[in-house]
């Protein structure tokens, strides 16, 4: 009996270290980054019975079976693909910059003029804009938020799309089912019964993905009718209006956009709700001119993408950069390639700031970000800690360039979130950010490489650990 199970101890880890092997390589062919390439082969190879089991949790960077629209065979997505385009070829930009072109070949749109942009800096006032939109839908309302509390605002929106589908509109909601996992079956049963046709965006929907828990769908978008749609950084839970008890005032940015680039980001809607629910929506695109006629580029970045988009247009931004690059982000944990780039920008004379929290809503990404404190400041880049509450907004300001959505910089933003962001280089539009910037760096004190080496020793072990954990905060 002993032989017996001694045989079957030394089956059990042969078998392990054979699978190490085979995921290291697995590892070495796939991991898109060397750092995270190097710890997966070591963790398999010296740990197989941990790291097998979690490598295929966490160590992979390709979101599986997403089809985009777009870039699709599907007959219907292409379908409405080929339809929303042949309605933008009017509003199509044919003069842009080199800039302007390679964000338009990340986005897979062109940019478009023929809209407004209107900004939103303040949570009560985001949602209020937000609630009236809604609430002034003839047809049809789609929502995707990553994040759905069942709170006093939470219960606000479900409130008002359960009085709209009542109404006979037509409303559609996603929600990301691990950002909005805690819903509780009396909210979502609610707006069933109401009319209201949701669905959770499953990262393992099919069986070759079902171990794809890694990835999230982090936008937030709302679309009108097709005439107006919102995306930013705002998600639907109390403390966005600055209620929550540790973090206080909770300062975000979000947009409105009217004119035909809503009828992009209903299109990466569309995208998303096929590979919820296999369907594709039937809602009538509108693209009507807005006299303010600004340009707009929608671009939607995801771990489906043949290349790391985020991470490509973050470093685009760096080096497109002549006077200023200006980036707001609550989570600051960079790859070595934007690290490089921001050094590079701020070597040039470039005036580069980073805007972040100075308390995070996350112990490890707080220390993290202390970590990169003798790398990029020496180079000349400018770190500033948000004093005032807590700072979530995802906002880039290159020259006259500008970025507002849901990116971030950090790994999650680049390789394994769903993330849409609209870009500009409007000047008025320009001119209100770069003041909404200039603001916040009032209400924000600039650290300095003397304030970490003050640290003690173990605080600055602490930062150098979690950023180890880069590849999955």
């Not at 740990?47 to 599986?64: N, Q």
């Not at 907004?393 to 390789?415: C, H, I, P």
């Given at each position: 009996?002993?032989i ?12 392990f ?7 290291a ?6 991991t ?24 295929w ?11 985009r629209?777009?870039?699709?065979n ?59 939109s ?19 605002i939470g219960?606000?929106?479900?409130k ?33 019964d109401?009319?209201v ?16 828990y890694?990835?999230?769908n ?27 008890p540790?973090l206080g ?5 979000h ?6 680039a ?5 299109l990466v ?12 929506p039937?809602?009538?695109a ?19 993408d043949?290349l ?6 973050i ?10 690059l ?15 780039a ?27 970000a ?8 020496p180079a000349?880049?400018k770190?500033f800690?948000?004093?005032k ?13 500008v ?9 999650r933003?680049?390789?394994l979130n ?14 209100q ?8 760096f ?5 650290s300095?490489?003397e ?17 180890l ?5």
């Amino acid at each position: 009996m002993m032989i017996f199970i001694a045989e079957m101890l030394a089956t059990i880890v042969l078998v392990f270290h054979i699978a190490g092997v085979c995921h290291a390589i697995h590892a070495l062919m796939k991991t898109r980054t060397s750092q995270g390439t190097i710890a997966w082969i070591m963790v398999l190879l010296f740990l197989p019975y941990f790291a097998v089991p979690l490598y295929w949790f966490l160590g992979r960077d390709r979101f599986s079976g997403y089809v985009r629209a777009r870039r699709s065979n599907n007959r219907k997505l292409s379908k409405k693909a080929a339809d929303f385009y042949q309605r933008l070829i009017p509003y199509q930009v044919s003069e842009r910059s080199q800039f302007m072109a390679s964000a338009e070949t990340l986005a897979g749109f062109p940019v478009l003029r023929g809209n407004r942009l209107d900004l939103f800096t303040d949570g009560r006032k985001t949602f209020d804009a937000l609630f009236h939109s809604i609430e002034s839908a003839k047809s049809y309302v789609l929502v995707n938020y990553y994040i759905m509390k069942h709170d006093i605002i939470g219960d606000a929106l479900q409130k008002i799309l359960c009085a709209k589908a009542s109404e006979g509109i037509k409303v559609m909601l996603l929600f990301d089912e691990m950002g909005s996992g805690k819903l509780p079956r009396k909210y979502l049963r609610e707006m069933k019964d109401a009319g209201v046709e949701f669905h959770p965006f499953g990262t393992n929907r099919f069986w070759w993905s079902r171990f794809q828990y890694n990835f999230r769908n982090h936008r937030k978008i709302v679309v009108v009718d097709g005439i107006e749609a919102y995306i930013g950084g705002l998600n639907v839970a109390d403390e966005y209006l600055g209620w929550h008890p540790q973090l206080g005032y909770w300062r975000d940015t979000h947009m409105r956009m009217t004119g035909p680039a809503v009828l992009a980001v209903q299109l990466v809607f569309f995208e998303d709700w096929y590979w919820a629910n296999g369907d594709v929506p039937e809602a009538k695109a509108n693209n009507t001119e807005q006299s303010e006629d600004q340009q707009l580029l929608v671009l939607p970045t995801s771990p489906a993408d043949l290349l790391d988009s985020w991470q490509l247009f973050i470093v685009s931004a760096c080096n497109n950069a002549q006077k200023k690059l200006w980036i707001a982000s609550p989570y600051f944990v960079p790859d070595s390639g934007v690290t490089s780039a921001l050094q590079a920008a701020a070597l040039r004379g470039v005036d580069v700031r980073i805007l972040i929290p100075d308390r995070s809503d996350s112990r490890f990404v707080g220390w993290a970000a202390y970590s990169y404190y003798e790398q990029i400041l020496p180079a000349g880049v400018k770190i500033f800690r948000y004093k005032k509450g807590f700072l979530h907004q995802k906002v880039v300001l290159s020259d006259e360039y500008v970025a507002v959505g849901t990116g971030n910089l950090d790994n999650r933003s680049f390789r394994l979130n769903f993330e849409i962001t609209g870009f500009t280089n409007d000047a008025e539009f320009s001119r209100q950010v770069h003041e909404m910037l200039e603001n916040d760096f009032l209400q924000s004190s600039e650290s300095t490489l003397e304030e970490y080496e003050a640290k003690p020793w173990y605080f600055k072990a602490a930062c150098r650990a979690a950023r180890l954990l880069s590849p999955i905060l």
